[in-house]
């Protein structure tokens, strides 16, 4: 059981992991510069699927009336987020974080608490081609800080795989922008704990792990 978990656990990331050997680093022609809060803003986040949280087709939200972010805008950063994935310039994205972020990674042990860290992630990762979407969510906002955490949905277009994942976003003002403090992402646990159907390629596979 423990191997077949295994090997589940290990299909589940080799979705968000870096291809085996690396192609020399793209380049891209957008503009490295942080977007600023005052940016165009992109349409409300979809009413969600999922509702795991069981809050309704609207996000809950602790925000005061005089705070300095609104939930729509929140739901924006993330939309600004993956709109540098698009670009597949790991500066960019690395761009969107703090000068002293906490990335925990779906597929890295290592914490990445910086932006030289951070870009090292997205060199390998952005070759996947990623694509995010939120499923379900909740978004809290308080004085100087906003937080937005659930479930979202990366499709990846290199191989067109798709994978759910837990993430949390914590967001503060930096030099006036809004950036990404802390983002934490995780594979579902329980769609690995409980299991997939197994194909009979993967139960021979399961001898070539318990051999490794």
Request: glycine share 6%.
């Amino acid at each position: 059981v423990s191997a077949a978990v295994a090997l589940a656990l290990a299909a589940s990331a080799s979705a968000f992991a870096p291809p085996a050997a690396l192609p020399a680093q793209r380049t891209s022609s957008s503009p490295l510069a942080p977007v600023a809060s005052s940016s165009p803003l992109v349409a409300s986040r979809a009413d969600t699927s999922l509702n795991l949280f069981g809050f309704g087709k609207k996000k809950s939200s602790s925000a005061p009336p005089s705070t300095d972010i609104t939930e729509k805008e929140v739901c924006a950063l993330f939309e600004l987020w993956n709109s540098a994935l698009a670009t597949g310039d790991s500066r960019i994205v690395a761009s969107r974080y703090v000068e002293d972020p906490v990335l925990l990674a779906t597929v890295s042990d290592q914490p990445r608490t910086d932006y030289a860290s951070v870009k090292d992630y997205f060199d390998a990762f952005l070759w996947k081609q990623p694509q995010g979407k939120i499923l379900d969510g909740k978004i809290n906002i308080g004085e100087g800080w906003a937080s937005d955490a659930g479930i979202y949905e990366f499709t990846m277009g290199a191989t067109g795989d798709k994978v759910k994942a837990r993430y949390t976003y914590n967001y503060v003002r930096e030099d006036g922008i809004w950036k990404i403090q802390h983002h934490h992402s995780s594979v579902m646990p329980e769609e690995i704990a409980m299991g997939k159907s197994i194909s009979e390629d993967e139960v021979r596979s399961l001898f070539s792990l318990w051999n490794d």
